[in-house]
């Protein structure tokens, strides 16, 4: 199956029941101990190298956040790059829309396999 997950799944990228979502080809200091099937499109930031970019304020093992906000896709149907970001928290409804910042990214996929 073709999958992406995206959401505020109130997890963060090195909490140990993310563990089985994350890939096994995911190991850094920040995110190890995976079993998984995804990557999270965001985990290749080199601020914080398998954590990825914070989405909300405080905590967070790089120090300037925590990721609660993720995108995953099966890594079996990635095809090239996967890239993610994490922007300012959108002001358009006179004042902050939400306490957590935009997340997005891109990936193409290989629905053939």
């Known amino acids: 199956m073709t999958v992406i997950l995206a959401g505020d799944l109130n997890n963060q990228p090195d ?3 993310l563990d089985k979502w994350y890939s096994s080809s995911l190991n850094t200091p920040y995110n190890s101990a995976n079993y998984g099937s ?8 080199t601020r914080c190298a398998g954590y990825g970019e914070v989405t909300v304020d405080n905590g967070g093992p790089c120090g300037l956040g925590r990721k ?3 995108i995953f896709v099966r890594e079996n149907r990635l095809a090239g790059s996967y890239p993610g970001d994490s922007l ?9 829309c ?3 910042r935009i997340v997005i990214g891109a990936a193409t996929v ?3 396999l």
Do not use: K, Q
């Not at 300012?88 to 902050?96: E, H, K, L, Q, R």
């Open 15 to 17: 909490y140990a029941r």
């Open 38 to 45: 995804y990557r999270e499109l965001d985990d290749t930031d």
């Open 68 to 70: 609660i906000d993720l």
């Open 88 to 96: 300012s928290i959108s002001t358009v409804c006179d004042g902050y």
């Open 98 to 100: 939400s306490d957590h």
């Open 110 to 112: 290989d629905v053939n």
